[in-house]
């Protein structure tokens, strides 16, 4: 069976331990790899490792940085099949979305901040008499950067791209549900020349390994994506020991489609905001509000066209929806359908565990579910999912759209479909949640801030935000 080894020091290596934990094909049900079950020591050698190459990175050009950063990108293009294979085979996702979104993405997240990086720049405030204050923005020095599984390269490497830009050495860990591609990358940083320690992966649990990089003493930052209960872990950890904190957590976002909108293209972009990687993407809409007027028409057609979804084998080109991330998550996005039948809501689509065949036949698959007649305030529509599972409920008025939208804990992020210029500004403003789609879905500009509000996290990445975070602001006071 082949060993995922972790990436330290410029190398390919064993966990210290030795140990190993299985790694799943959700399409099958099968292990497939092994990877290291990683614990303290080995983020200690990372750590020296990072340490050891901090003078000489945060030193180096900007222009060598780039061309680095560049070359990694280039690297995965070059073995785009490779990769989108991996992220396909660990998180049962389409073949054809790897293809589309996630690699061709995390291409981009490395050669957006090989740019960004050569633009970012710091500001300079003349006092009277000709005293002048700058701000010096220096890398932090060595940071921990720890992702998710529902897109794993993608958002592993939105944050470490733009942490190795301004100059500082990473430990990075990728989930360990869905290791393999951070480990395909790590043998791109092999090709591309990045200095040895400037980037470290180690994998294994998150209770362990993640928790010693949080704990340990000279990792001075830690970008985190993931669940709001480990964000909350992660925070009582790191902010008595003021480590920087950046914290993208989980989400319950609302669709709110008013009677004016473009029909079509709202039930049709509807169904891809529900259902996109199998819901398992922290920008899914989950909850659907429809205005009274329009809600059986956008009822039936959008049930329509769920119930048209193939649920198949991730590798078929037919395929629109594949298998759900590991048996655990499958289990529990299959308890909150039972819920959510307790708590009266009506099953219009799906609501089942589907058993494949062949090849398939072990994996874990849910058929796409739509339910309708539940409380907005019940547990179904207040908990997060994350998975194929979107609730529908009619609105009579704007405010009661707004105070059911804005009734969850979360704030990640939103989408309103409405020709009322008017009202979508109004909404836009009111309702709570970092990102505000209006007559669209996951459009995003690699330069905008990006996160959420309430207990969707804190901070912001994208853009000129993650390079701030990444870097301390000196301010430097020059008296003329
Ligand atoms: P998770 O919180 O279980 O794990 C995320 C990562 O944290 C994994 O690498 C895990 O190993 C690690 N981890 C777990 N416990 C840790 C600890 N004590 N210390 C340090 N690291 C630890 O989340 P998940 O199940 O992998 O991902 C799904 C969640 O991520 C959902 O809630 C989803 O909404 C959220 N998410 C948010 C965003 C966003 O941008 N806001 C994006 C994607 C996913």
């Known amino acids: 069976m082949e060993k995922i080894q972790n990436y330290i020091n410029g190398q390919l290596i064993e966990p210290v331990s030795k140990k190993y ?39 180096t050009g900007l222009e060598d940085r780039m061309m680095i950063l560049l070359k990694i990108a280039d690297g995965i293009e070059r073995r785009l099949e490779e990769f989108v294979a991996a992220e396909s085979r660990d998180n049962g996702k389409p073949l054809k979305l790897a293809r589309a979104m996630d690699i061709p993405r995390a291409i981009s997240n490395f050669r957006f901040y090989a740019s960004a990086v050569q633009h970012f720049s710091s500001e300079s405030h ?20 720890i992702s998710p599984w529902n897109l794993p390269l993608y958002l592993f490497t939105w944050k470490i791209a733009p942490a190795l830009a301004t100059g500082n050495c990473v430990i990075a860990k990728p989930s360990e549900i869905t290791p393999y591609t951070a480990y395909l990358l790590s043998t791109v940083c092999i090709e591309a020349g990045l200095p040895a320690g400037v980037l470290n992966i180690v994998h294994g649990l998150g209770g362990k390994t993640g928790q010693a990089i949080i704990e340990h003493p000279e990792i001075k930052a830690i970008s985190f ?14 902010a008595p020991m003021f480590k920087k904190l950046s914290l993208e957590l989980g989400g ?15 039930v049709k972009e509807s169904v891809r905001s529900s259902f996109s990687n199998q819901g398992e993407i922290c920008l899914c809409g989950s909850r659907i509000f429809v205005e009274r007027g329009i809600y059986e028409k956008f ?20 395929t629109d929806q594949g298998a759900i991330v590991s048996l655990q998550h499958k289990q529990k996005v299959l308890s909150y359908i039972q ?39 019940c547990r179904t529509q207040q908990e997060e999912i994350f998975g194929p599972v979107v609730t529908l409920t009619p609105f009579e008025t704007e405010d009661e759209a707004l105070t059911m939208a804005n009734s969850v804990k979360y704030g990640l992020a939103s989408s309103i479909w409405t020709n009322n210029l008017k009202q979508a500004h109004r909404v836009s403003e009111k309702i709570e949640a970092g990102i505000v789609w209006v007559n669209c879905w996951l459009l995003r500009d690699l330069r905008t801030p990006f996160g959420g509000v309430k207990a969707s996290g804190v901070g912001r990445e994208g853009g000129w935000e993650a390079m701030k975070f990444f870097t301390e602001a000196k301010n430097v006071c020059i008296k003329a």
Not at 302 to 312: T, W
Request: proline share 5%; with cysteine.
């Open 339 to 377: 819920l959510a039948k307790e708590e009266g809501g009506e099953v219009l689509s799906g609501g089942i565990e589907l058993q494949l065949k062949d090849r398939c036949t072990g994996g874990y698959f849910i058929a796409p579910t739509v339910i309708e007649g539940l409380d907005y305030k």
């Open 299 to 318: 009822k039936t057609a959008f049930v329509e066209k769920v119930k048209a979804l193939k649920v198949g084998d991730p590798n078929e080109q037919s």
């Open 126 to 145: 003349p006092m009277p008499g000709g005293t002048v204050n700058y701000t010096l923005r220096q890398p932090i020095g060595v940071v921990g950067c």
């Open 225 to 238: 994506t993931g669940g709001t209960e480990t964000g909350k872990r992660i925070a009582a950890t790191a």
């Open 21 to 59: 934990l299985d790694n799943y094909e959700p399409a099958t049900g099968q292990v497939y790899s092994l990877v290291p079950d990683s614990d303290s020591s080995d983020i200690q050698l990372a750590v020296e490792a990072a340490k050891t190459a901090f003078p000489l990175w945060s030193k």
């Open 252 to 266: 319950k976002n609302a669709t709110v489609v008013f009677a004016d909108c473009d029909f079509e293209e709202a």
